[in-house]
């Protein structure tokens, strides 16, 4: 992806065209391995037939995604660093959401071997900056490395639950204080965007269509290339009381019925506190806030706001999801049927 | 991948050939669930953001693996059973190789919308007969589905140390016998004989040559599609005073050299004890024995056998590999470079 004008002036060219096939899996590992993150949990980290890792409180979280180009990703939209970036954060994510920290990555990648050197060394670096930025002290511990027609990457996150209990989906009460921390609706409507100008007139992923779209829709497009999810806030809200969390990955009604129908409850959403865009805060993907539900005595931590109310219903209408009472029907993404692999 | 021939005639011919593209996420997911071997440290299973692992001694093991249709291997040669059983043999053998027990799995799969349902099925039913066969009470407590154009297997294997310390590549001394755990050779011969006879005139893949092969090669077919590596010898040689070890993924020469090298030191073979087949025991690929080194004096495990010694050498010989003192040329396998897309 780096061409001669993208690379250092100081880098000879054949360093920024070499592919995955000039060199050896070891040689590649060796250009990897300076630009991982090292976790403050890690004991042994890469190098040998695995890793190991503290778990201090005698139990660790974890969680697995698989990214790959095209259903998941496109090349002319996402540069390596953005593409190891949200890798990371949406793993973050979901070890946040049981209210743990989280403490180390293992990333197993696939390329063609074609790929230039310089994809993987983006990808590596925008895990790094995501671990810095968004949860310091995580780090990538290990991995492997295949050959692949797709560019595929693989992570695995951990966490520590420092020796409180998970927060799980089921937990939420009549009653409860309902409430998100992180934004609703930028990241789907920042995939709208690049779905309807980001491609060519053949409707193919177009990197200069896409790139001015980053400068029209700047929050929208970041949304949804580059997440910012609030990975803090998942122990601040165990800590705070949280009585169930998840992490709003498929819209903000999906997954609020799933914390609905786990806890044999339904959600009832304030229309006033979804903003001037209901719909969209209900139906857009790939937010990746933080949803939990607190004891309706408890003070929301400070990056939490309401967004309603936690009610009892009967037992065929677990899980049900209305806005200001009346009922909101669910649509919903799935990746087997929603995946267009023309557009991938 | 299952015809109504092979399933149970008391099933419906619309479940053999429905496919995930017919289910949604959620509907596959009920189908593969039930199926999944239970981890005995599993605190929180499937079904939440994250699941919740117990780590009796304060440290856990963690090795990934991805393996992609193609690249790793052929769906006329293996069976989506073969797939999960060689998914988790391998990565219950990176963690033995550390003298770790293995505890639980988690599994990403990205499969064509088109894939039937009864290839996961096949998939998560290998995942689990391998883990109950080579690793009682290790299960599998989280995944991803995803969507792609191969089919792709991604495993994170999590293991427990026992309060014992990790058995590294970096420990062999001057002196220490070199031993092995498992078989040398016939993995490899399998594949040579797959590439060579188990395709058609065009070199393609081909299910029914296979199957012959199956018949008339079964020892060597089979440690190549299901492997069977020493799971249990990992922990014993940790416990027997084991000072390095590794598992044989890429052939005994390129392994042993990997100790050597870490260790500072080179590795001399005795012939008599590797066999009528020297350079098939050394070159051969996809063992997954376990090779450790024991300190002179020790006694070794039962499963182990004597393969040579641990030799000094000077700094710019570390990694050496001998047999019977003169040099041994270490070929070796590269995914980026061994990987005949044509052939895949």
Same mark, same amino acid.
């Given at each position: 992806?780096?061409?001669a004008?993208?690379?250092?002036?100081?880098?000879?060219? =054949?360093?920024?065209?070499?592919?995955?096939?000039?060199?050896?899996?070891?040689?590649?590992?060796?250009r990897?391995?300076?630009?991982?993150?090292?976790?403050?949990?890690?004991?042994?980290?890469?190098?040998?037939?695995?890793?190991?890792?503290?778990?201090?409180?005698?139990?660790?979280?974890v969680t697995?995604?698989?990214?790959?180009?095209?259903?998941?990703?496109?090349?002319?939209?996402?540069?390596?660093?953005?593409?190891?970036?949200?890798?990371?954060?949406?793993?973050? =994510?979901? #070890?946040?959401?049981?209210?743990?920290?989280p403490?180390?990555?293992?990333?197993?990648?696939?390329?063609?071997?074609?790929?230039?050197? =310089?994809?993987?060394?983006?990808?590596?670096?925008?895990?790094?900056?995501c671990?810095?930025?968004?949860?310091?002290?995580?780090?990538?511990?290990? @991995?492997?490395?295949? *050959?692949?027609?797709?560019?595929?990457?693989?992570?695995?996150?951990?966490g520590?639950?420092?020796?409180?209990?998970?927060?799980?989906?089921?937990?939420?009460?009549?009653?409860?204080?309902?409430?998100?921390?992180?934004?609703?609706?930028? *990241? @789907?409507?920042?995939?709208?965007?690049?779905?309807?100008?980001?491609? $060519?007139?053949?409707?193919?992923? $177009?990197?200069?269509?896409?790139?001015?779209?980053?400068?029209?829709?700047?929050?929208? #497009?970041?949304?949804?290339?580059?997440?910012?999810?609030?990975?803090?806030?998942?122990?601040?809200?165990?800590?705070?009381?949280?009585?169930?969390?998840?992490?709003?990955? $498929?819209?903000?009604?999906i997954?609020?019925?799933?914390?609905?129908?786990?806890?044999? #409850?339904?959600?009832?959403?304030?229309?006033?506190?979804?903003?001037?865009?209901?719909?969209?805060?209900?139906?857009?993907?790939?937010?990746?806030?933080?949803?939990?539900?607190? *004891?309706?005595?408890? #003070?929301?931590?400070?990056d939490?706001?309401?967004?309603?109310?936690?009610?009892?219903?009967? @037992?065929?209408?677990? @899980?049900?999801?209305?806005?200001?009472?009346?009922?909101?029907d669910?649509?919903?993404?799935?990746p087997?049927?929603?995946?267009?692999?023309a557009?991938?």
């Open positions: 992806m780096t061409t004008a993208d690379a250092p002036l100081s880098l000879p060219h =054949s360093d920024a065209t070499e592919t995955l096939a000039d060199l050896s899996e070891g040689a590649v590992l060796a990897i391995f300076p630009r991982l993150p090292t976790a403050s949990a890690q004991l042994l980290g890469p190098g040998d037939d695995a890793a190991v890792i503290s778990a201090p409180d005698g139990r660790f979280v697995t995604d698989m990214m790959i180009q095209g259903p998941d990703f496109r090349l002319a939209w996402s540069s390596p660093h953005d593409l190891g970036w949200k890798a990371a954060a949406t793993n973050l =994510s979901d #070890v946040a959401a049981m209210g743990a920290r403490t180390a990555l293992v990333v197993a990648i696939a390329a063609p071997p074609s790929t230039p050197v =310089s994809v993987l060394e983006g990808l590596v670096d925008g895990l790094r900056d671990c810095e930025a968004l949860a310091p002290g995580c780090g990538v511990v290990g @991995g492997d490395l295949s *050959a692949s027609d797709a560019l595929t990457l693989a992570v695995t996150a951990f520590d639950l420092e020796g409180r209990a998970p927060v799980l989906r089921s937990g939420a009460r009549p009653g409860d204080t309902v409430a998100l921390s992180g934004r609703l609706g930028d *990241a @789907g409507i920042g995939l709208e965007l690049l779905f309807r100008l980001g491609v $060519d007139s053949n409707g193919v992923p $177009d990197r200069a269509r896409a790139n001015a779209l980053k400068l029209t829709h700047p929050t929208e #497009v970041a949304a949804q290339l580059t997440p910012v999810p609030p990975i803090a806030s998942g122990p601040i809200a165990a800590l705070g009381g949280a009585t169930a969390m998840l992490d709003v990955s $498929d819209g903000l009604a997954d609020a019925g799933r914390i609905a129908r786990a806890s044999g #409850v339904g959600i009832d959403f304030d229309s006033r506190c979804l903003g001037e865009r209901i719909e969209v805060a209900l139906g857009g993907g790939e937010d990746h806030g933080l949803l939990a539900t607190f *004891a309706p005595d408890t #003070v929301l931590p400070p939490f706001r309401r967004l309603g109310t936690v009610v009892a219903v009967s @037992g065929s209408s677990w @899980g049900t999801i209305t806005v200001d009472g009346a009922p909101h669910q649509g919903g993404w799935d087997y049927r929603g995946w267009d692999g557009a991938g």
